[in-house]
């Protein structure tokens, strides 16, 4: 915790020590603390907080996990701290680990650095390989003939399986605030092999389940992209499928951290 214990009521004195006690930086990544419950810290491959400019975030993380790109860091804009900024370029890894026909889970935080135009859109994740696995925001345009900003999780070009391009949201600006600075929690899980879910801000918005097939290794998805265009802050890999309502505790838990420790 990095407020300096300045208060003037013994209030916010417990509260920090719930907060800290409850739900503290617990786990170890290689050496870095990762924010929140312990089945985070614990389960994480690949951690990075964006605070400190001079630290090669996610380099010092797994061995498995090659770092192909993370873009400058805007300091003080992130969720907590600083934040990567892949508004010119996504955060790019590399790893057998990133396969979907094994359970794991992708965390992180975004904000749109200015408020969303109605043709505007932005990326969340991708994965690729001999298939693609994707999510990201889609404005009004020619495609699928939107006429708002929508939501869309897809699964699509693996060999045997049926391609899904859900739309799961046609009017996303009407559920999720979308102004500039408006920080959410992005989750998507992949699970028995044949399952994508993915949760926003600790709910379920989609689930695509596999039609042909199941994922397998050999759909050599290696390739792991996050954000374009947005913010990106408190990014996680984890070595296994998390349950949503820990996921809903986790974001939770971190709106709590960050209001306490905002300026
Ligand atoms: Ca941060």
Known sequence: M??????????????????????????????????????????????????????????????????????????????????ANTTGSTIALRSNRFSPHRPWTLSFWWALPRDLPIDGGFGMFSLTGKGYIGAFVRGKGEWCALQRPAGVLQVYYFGGIQNVNDIYDGDLAAHLALQGGAWHHTAAV?????????????????RIATTGRPFAEGDAVRGLEIGGGVLVDELAVLNRAIAPENIADYVAGMRRIAEYLRP
């Open 190 to 206: 992949f699970r028995m092999g044949a399952v994508v879910d993915m949760l926003t801000d600790g709910r379920r918005v989609a």
């Open 2 to 83: 990095r407020r300096q214990p300045a208060v003037a009521t013994l209030l916010p004195i417990a509260l920090a020590a719930c907060i800290i006690g409850c739900f503290g930086s617990t786990g170890a990544t290689q050496g870095r603390s990762a924010r929140g419950p312990n089945w985070l810290g614990q389960g994480a491959i690949a951690y990075a907080d964006f605070d400190d400019p001079e630290r090669a975030d996610l380099r010092d993380s797994h061995t498995d996990i090659e770092v192909i790109r993370v873009p400058e860091r805007s300091a003080g804009q992130g969720l907590i701290g600083g934040c």
